[in-house]
Antibody, heavy 122, light 110 residues
Framework: QLQLQESGPGLVKPSETLSLTCTVS??????????WGWIRQPPGKGLEWIGS???????YYNPSLKSRVTISVDTSKNQFSLKLSSVTAADTAVYYC??????????????WGQGTMVTVSS | QSVLTQPPSVSEAPRQRVTISCSGS????????VNWYQQLPGKAPKLLIY???LLPSGVSDRFSGSKSGTSASLAISGLQSEDEADYYC???????????FGGGTKLTVL
């Protein structure tokens, strides 16, 4: 069955770029039926959608983060990645990758990774 | 402040029924589908309800969703201790042009 696994540094310095990768196993990231997204959750707080990408490279981002976010896909490795620039302590969070269908903007995240904690601190 | 408004917490006794509300506006709930997620302590969220009232395969039929106007609700019947979790509503927002989540509701089974 399809599984997603986040990986990347757990500690990032302020003003630097946070980089995470999500590896998809048990299925192909190149399926025409799905988008692949990133969601984060600050400690003790709620969920925030960061952005999503299609296997073709088409992306859409949370407008509040758009100026700092880049999501890319590597179909040869069955992975997609997140880069968040100029981070501050407010970017400290558990970062999840997840899948949602590509039918409409209403589609839900039906499969999630386990999440990875990223702390922004010097 | 979240675009979608949920009560911070609800509580009810075992075997009873509880509802969790999610209030929005015409740019989100009023014009788009609502999805619900359950997040058990220390775990990743899990899809519970999609397209307002549909259950994914494997989700107990004790869970149900509904929507009216710019508000949606999640109902859980026959409460069990394992239902203690945080619950989040989510929808697309046409004005913000993005996916938005509610602030989450912590369910305590007394």
């Amino acid at each position: 069955q399809l599984q997603l696994q986040e990986s990347g540094p757990g500690l990032v310095k302020p003003s630097e770029t946070l980089s995470l990768t999500c590896t998809v196993s048990g299925g192909s990231i190149s399926s025409s039926s799905y988008y692949w997204g990133w969601i984060r959750q600050p400690p003790g707080k709620g969920l925030e959608w960061i952005g999503s990408i299609y296997y073709s490279g088409s992306t859409y981002y949370n407008p509040s983060l758009k100026s700092r976010v880049t999501i890319s896909v590597d179909t040869s490795k069955n992975q997609f990645s997140l880069k968040l620039s100029s981070v501050t302590a407010a970017d400290t969070a558990v970062y999840y990758c997840a899948r949602h269908q590509a039918s409409t903007v209403n589609d839900a995240f039906d499969i999630w990774g386990q999440g990875t904690m990223v702390t922004v601190s010097s | 402040q979240s675009v979608l408004t949920q009560p911070p917490s609800v509580s009810e006794a075992p075997r009873q029924r509880v509802t969790i509300s999610c209030s929005g506006s015409s740019s989100n709930i009023g014009n788009n589908a609502v999805n619900w997620y359950q997040q058990l302590p220390g775990k990743a969220p899990k899809l519970l309800i999609y397209y307002d009232d549909l259950l994914p395969s494997g989700v107990s039929d004790r869970f149900s969703g509904s929507k009216s106007g710019t508000s949606a609700s999640l109902a859980i019947s026959g409460l069990q201790s394992e239902d203690e979790a945080d619950y989040y509503c989510a929808a697309w927002d046409d004005s913000l042009n993005g996916k938005v989540f509610g602030g989450g509701t912590k369910l305590t089974v007394l």
